[in-house]
């Protein structure tokens, strides 16, 4: 076994992807909860990738201590904790899981819808400290009520097809154009999905456009009586709003699993003004926590990683042109990460030609800032001047990395 490199898992990873990477030479720490910036500053120099999950920033400042980072892994959905422009000028690609976790979110928000319209919360809490309250005063079926889906992706998509299993009529509201599923109905503004709903369920990403997306007047706007559902991010509901919201009557009962601000770990205190309110139901951003999601998350994304980082492959990354170059025998491999200005391949072209290199394979993708060229060259051209082809293109002016995989 060789050593590939050293990789930091944060946030409690699963011990799969640990097993994954270690099979395939690399060392890998394994944390159990985010660290704060500066620490993070630390421990990330020497690190080839880092694992994280929803809770590590990412940060320039973590990106610019991060001496020897070659990729990202997000063992989840979200990529907003990470500055993603910034490791793209850095040539750093980052990849996540995009729908690993995705149905361990929607039976969720099924629960919950039941959970809200029956008070499941209130009569839990109350039988655990002696209180029988057998009534069935504020208690719905949630059959034949409407559903306002916000955010009609992956997750959207996965929450409206059950719903209607239930018989909910659902509506929902993107701000892309998207599918209908079965009998699922756009709605033509987020006004309108808010003014006709009973349950408003929300799934959209953490973005300039959904910071605070519900407050206190799309609050107003929802039905007397309704319920909010956030399982997103922290940042798309005004807190104190929908407490308000609560405590007014207004609203009938919220259930929530993202906050503004979350503990670290698991020994962190987590304060809220939603706590001990009526028919708020509070979990720990605990959407994606699924056996079944984390296994397969842990498997998907650290081969994601080794496949990035053995053979260049970068299908999938987030910030990054996707490109790959199917494996073969009997060849060796560069990547080659470049300022995405005119002339670049001429000039690795050149480099090539000057050793009398021959080239076997060569794919190139670009985005507006950056370009990505995988090459295989032979065995022979490898042994002969490997190295040096690769110190001649590290030394171009628009180089930002290059590599000789193996
Ligand atoms: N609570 C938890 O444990 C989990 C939370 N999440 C969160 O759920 C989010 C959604 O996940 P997916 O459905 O997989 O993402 P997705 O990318 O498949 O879907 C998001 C949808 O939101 C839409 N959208 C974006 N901005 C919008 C706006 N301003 N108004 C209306 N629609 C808008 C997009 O067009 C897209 O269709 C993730 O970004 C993540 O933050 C994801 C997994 C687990
Ligand atoms: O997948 C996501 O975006 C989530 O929010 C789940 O986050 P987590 O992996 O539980 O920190």
Redesign the pocket.
């Given at each position: 076994m060789t050593d590939a490199g050293r990789i930091l898992l944060l946030e409690n990873i699963h011990p799969d992807a640990r097993a994954n990477l270690e099979a395939e030479g690399f060392e890998v720490e394994l944390l159990k909860k985010a660290l704060p910036e500066d620490e993070l500053c630390e421990r990330i120099k020497g690190v080839v990738a880092v694992g994280l999950r929803?809770k590590t920033t990412i940060t320039p400042k973590v990106l610019a201590a991060a001496d020897r980072l070659r990729a990202i892994g997000a063992f989840?959905?979200?990529t907003?904790q990470i500055a993603l422009d910034e490791a793209n000028r850095r040539g750093i690609p980052a990849f996540n899981a995009?729908?690993s976790?995705?149905r361990s979110?929607a039976e969720m928000m099924m629960c919950e819808i039941v959970m809200l319209a029956r008070r499941f919360g209130d009569r839990n809490n109350e039988m655990h400290r002696g209180v029988w309250t057998k009534s069935a005063e504020g208690s719905r079926e949630i059959r034949g009520k409407t559903l306002g889906i916000?955010?009609?992706?992956?997750?959207?998509r996965q929450v409206g097809v059950l719903a209607e299993a239930f018989g909910m009529n659902v509506l929902f509201?993107?701000?892309?154009a998207?599918l209908p599923m079965g009998n699922n109905r756009a709605a033509q503004s987020?006004e309108e999905l808010l003014e006709k709903s009973d349950f408003v369920t929300l799934?959209?990403?953490?973005?300039p456009?959904?910071k605070d997306?519900i407050g206190q007047k799309q609050i107003a706007l929802m039905k007397k009586g309704a319920y909010l559902i956030n399982?997103?991010?922290g940042t798309v509901v005004d807190i104190p709003a929908l407490a308000e919201g609560i405590k007014t009557g207004h609203l009938g009962g919220a259930a929530i699993?993202?906050f503004p601000v979350e503990p670290e770990g698991n020994d962190g205190r987590f304060v809220s003004e939603l706590q001990s309110l009526p028919n708020v139901v509070l979990t720990p951003?605990?959407?994606?926590?699924t056996a079944e999601a984390q296994v397969a998350i842990g498997h998907e994304v650290s081969n994601t990683l080794i496949r990035f980082l053995k053979y260049g492959a970068t299908n999938g990354a987030v910030n990054f042109p996707n490109a790959e170059l199917p494996k073969r025998d009997g060849v060796h491999r560069f990547t080659h990460v470049h300022r995405n200005v005119p002339g670049v391949l001429r000039d690795v072209n050149r480099i090539v030609s000057e050793a009398s290199a021959n080239v076997v394979g060569q794919v190139l993708a670009t985005d507006a800032n950056i370009g990505y060229l995988v090459m295989d060259v032979s065995e022979e051209t490898a042994r002969r001047v490997g190295e040096e082809l690769c110190q001649r293109m590290a030394e171009l002016p628009t180089t930002i990395s290059a590599t000789l995989l193996y």
């Amino acid at each position: 076994m060789t050593d590939a490199g050293r990789i930091l898992l944060l946030e409690n990873i699963h011990p799969d992807a640990r097993a994954n990477l270690e099979a395939e030479g690399f060392e890998v720490e394994l944390l159990k909860k985010a660290l704060p910036e500066d620490e993070l500053c630390e421990r990330i120099k020497g690190v080839v990738a880092v694992g994280l999950r929803s809770k590590t920033t990412i940060t320039p400042k973590v990106l610019a201590a991060a001496d020897r980072l070659r990729a990202i892994g997000a063992f989840c959905i979200g990529t907003n904790q990470i500055a993603l422009d910034e490791a793209n000028r850095r040539g750093i690609p980052a990849f996540n899981a995009p729908f690993s976790n995705t149905r361990s979110v929607a039976e969720m928000m099924m629960c919950e819808i039941v959970m809200l319209a029956r008070r499941f919360g209130d009569r839990n809490n109350e039988m655990h400290r002696g209180v029988w309250t057998k009534s069935a005063e504020g208690s719905r079926e949630i059959r034949g009520k409407t559903l306002g889906i916000v955010g009609y992706g992956h997750i959207g998509r996965q929450v409206g097809v059950l719903a209607e299993a239930f018989g909910m009529n659902v509506l929902f509201f993107d701000v892309s154009a998207r599918l209908p599923m079965g009998n699922n109905r756009a709605a033509q503004s987020l006004e309108e999905l808010l003014e006709k709903s009973d349950f408003v369920t929300l799934h959209v990403p953490e973005t300039p456009s959904t910071k605070d997306m519900i407050g206190q007047k799309q609050i107003a706007l929802m039905k007397k009586g309704a319920y909010l559902i956030n399982a997103s991010r922290g940042t798309v509901v005004d807190i104190p709003a929908l407490a308000e919201g609560i405590k007014t009557g207004h609203l009938g009962g919220a259930a929530i699993d993202v906050f503004p601000v979350e503990p670290e770990g698991n020994d962190g205190r987590f304060v809220s003004e939603l706590q001990s309110l009526p028919n708020v139901v509070l979990t720990p951003h605990i959407g994606g926590s699924t056996a079944e999601a984390q296994v397969a998350i842990g498997h998907e994304v650290s081969n994601t990683l080794i496949r990035f980082l053995k053979y260049g492959a970068t299908n999938g990354a987030v910030n990054f042109p996707n490109a790959e170059l199917p494996k073969r025998d009997g060849v060796h491999r560069f990547t080659h990460v470049h300022r995405n200005v005119p002339g670049v391949l001429r000039d690795v072209n050149r480099i090539v030609s000057e050793a009398s290199a021959n080239v076997v394979g060569q794919v190139l993708a670009t985005d507006a800032n950056i370009g990505y060229l995988v090459m295989d060259v032979s065995e022979e051209t490898a042994r002969r001047v490997g190295e040096e082809l690769c110190q001649r293109m590290a030394e171009l002016p628009t180089t930002i990395s290059a590599t000789l995989l193996y």
